[in-house]
């Protein structure tokens, strides 16, 4: 059962403090979806876009996988394909609590899966059979920024990407570009700034609108707000289309927008 998430109500915090730490994996999918205006309706969006994008025989990532939504939504989605048999599913996450309970998750759900890292992707292959048609999940526990991007037909950032330091933000796209196939994409999800002031100001008051309408307090808006404060780097969508045209894709398309919550599709 998903607990719901009160986490603001109980800690104090200062400005920049978040983690995802146990605590917040213990509240995780309540704290998303009612933070997040849309999420529910992308996560299997994301799915249907894999089911035309993933190709026979190739690699698709989840990069910042948290509980695995995406992965699963994907997963649920290629079921049914005739040309499944191959395909290596690779969910990547730095934060251990994140990686041990989607581990857990995975097992609850008879989902076959293995555990493994960044270091393991780059020098070895699965022990997993990927050739039945099982769709296996390799679950790596790693930084992003350092997973192995090779013979990939589908990729998604969904709400990852805002969690690197912007430095390094073009190194990963342009790898995951190289990394994909021809008719490849990657699904780039974030919560964008705005320039204007006004603007600004007015998908803030949306967003907060929106907590407020799940049941969250002024108190835990503030607390989460001043926890996310230089860790979440919003950037605005015009950054986000030059550097994925810089690195090399070749059409992007905003296939869905919530007040400051975007997501595009970046084709190879
Ligand atoms: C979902 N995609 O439910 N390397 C690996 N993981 C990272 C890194 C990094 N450098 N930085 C942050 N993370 C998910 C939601 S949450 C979004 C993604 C949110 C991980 C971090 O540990 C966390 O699990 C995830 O990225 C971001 O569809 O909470 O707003």
Same mark, same amino acid.
């Given at each position: 059962?998903?607990?719901?998430?009160?986490?603001?109500?109980?800690?104090?915090?200062?400005?920049?403090?978040?983690?995802?730490?146990?605590?917040?994996?213990?509240?995780?999918?309540?704290?998303?979806?009612?933070?997040?205006?849309?999420?529910?309706?992308?996560?299997?969006?994301?799915?249907?876009?894999?089911?035309?994008?993933?190709?026979?025989?190739?690699?698709?990532? =989840?990069?910042?996988? !948290?509980?695995?939504?995406?992965? @699963?939504?994907?997963?649920? %989605? /290629?079921?049914?394909? #005739?040309? &499944?048999?191959?395909?290596?599913?690779?969910?990547?996450?730095?934060?251990?609590?994140?990686?041990?309970r989607?581990?857990?998750?995975?097992?609850?759900?008879d989902?076959?899966?293995?555990?493994?890292?960044?270091?393991?992707?780059?020098?070895?292959?699965?022990?997993?059979?990927?050739?039945?048609?099982?769709?296996p999940?390799?679950?790596?526990h790693?930084?992003?920024?350092?997973?192995p991007?090779?013979?990939?037909?589908?990729?998604?950032?969904?709400?990852?990407?805002?969690?690197?330091?912007?430095?390094?933000? =073009?190194?990963?796209? !342009?790898?995951?570009?190289?990394g @994909?196939?021809?008719?490849? %994409? /990657?699904?780039?999800? #974030?919560? &964008?700034?705005?320039?204007?002031?006004?603007?600004?100001?007015?998908?803030?008051?949306?967003?907060?609108?929106?907590?407020r309408?799940?049941?969250?307090?002024?108190?835990?808006?503030?607390?989460?707000?001043?926890?996310?404060?230089?860790?979440?780097?919003?950037?605005?969508?015009?950054?986000?289309?030059?550097?994925?045209?810089?690195?090399?894709?070749?059409?992007?398309?905003?296939?869905f927008?919530?007040?400051?919550?975007?997501?595009?599709?970046?084709?190879?």
């Amino acid at each position: 059962m998903n607990r719901r998430d009160d986490l603001y109500t109980r800690r104090e915090t200062t400005s920049g403090s978040f983690r995802f730490d146990e605590q917040v994996v213990d509240v995780f999918p309540d704290m998303i979806d009612r933070s997040v205006p849309g999420y529910a309706l992308l996560v299997p969006m994301i799915g249907q876009l894999a089911r035309r994008f993933v190709q026979p025989g190739s690699t698709v990532h =989840d990069l910042g996988c !948290s509980l695995g939504a995406v992965t @699963l939504a994907v997963r649920a %989605a /290629l079921k049914g394909r #005739e040309d &499944v048999s191959g395909i290596r599913l690779i969910a990547t996450d730095n934060a251990e609590a994140m990686v041990a309970r989607f581990d857990t998750l995975l097992g609850e759900a008879d989902v076959p899966h293995e555990r493994t890292s960044t270091a393991l992707l780059a020098s070895s292959s699965s022990r997993i059979n990927a050739s039945q048609e099982t769709l296996p999940v390799l679950l790596c526990h790693g930084d992003i920024r350092e997973v192995p991007i090779e013979n990939a037909s589908f990729a998604a950032l969904n709400f990852t990407l805002q969690f690197l330091e912007p430095e390094d933000r =073009d190194q990963l796209l !342009s790898r995951l570009s190289q990394g @994909l196939r021809p008719g490849g %994409a /990657l699904v780039l999800a #974030e919560k &964008v700034h705005f320039d204007e002031a006004a603007t600004a100001r007015r998908q803030t008051d949306w967003h907060h609108d929106y907590k407020r309408l799940q049941g969250y307090s002024e108190l835990e808006i503030a607390r989460k707000r001043a926890a996310l404060e230089r860790v979440l780097l919003a950037e605005t969508e015009t950054v986000h289309m030059e550097r994925l045209r810089r690195c090399g894709f070749r059409r992007v398309t905003r296939w869905f927008q919530c007040f400051g919550f975007h997501a595009w599709l970046a084709e190879r």
